[in-house]
């Protein structure tokens, strides 16, 4: 069952920032590799960002140097920060660990526009 709720996503012009988080139990977002996926309509649910529990970070091709995520264990929470937004960026972000997303769990996820 899905803990993770995330949050931050809105309607915004190209070339803006925007922030998302993703807040869950400790037992969860501390100890477990986490990551960013983006779903938009009539595609396949990719993976956008990770962070391992010590904070290395992998990105997919089209956001490196635009996206950063990073991780508060104090707060259960994982970030990512999306700067300088493309339309292409348009979509539902999930933030999951593997095994969850792997086994089809999701939460309600939090939608970005990005109007050019």
């Known amino acids: 069952q899905v803990q993770l709720v995330e949050s931050g996503g809105g309607s915004v012009q190209a070339g803006a920032s925007l922030t998302l988080s993703c807040t869950g139990p400790?037992?969860?977002?501390?100890?477990?590799?986490m990551g960013w996926y983006r779903q938009v309509p009539g595609k396949q649910r990719e993976l956008v960002a990770s962070?391992?529990?010590?904070?290395?970070?992998d990105y997919l091709d089209s956001v490196k140097g635009r996206f950063t995520v990073s991780r508060d264990n104090d707060k259960n929470t994982v970030y990512l920060q999306m700067d300088n937004v493309h339309p292409e960026d348009t979509g539902v972000y999930y933030c999951?660990?593997?095994?969850?997303?792997?086994?089809?769990?999701w939460g309600q996820g939090t939608q970005v526009t990005v109007s050019s």
């Open positions: 999951n660990t593997d095994r969850s997303a792997k086994a089809g769990y």
């Open positions: 400790a037992i969860i977002v501390r100890v477990n590799e």
């Open positions: 962070i391992t529990v010590l904070g290395s970070a």
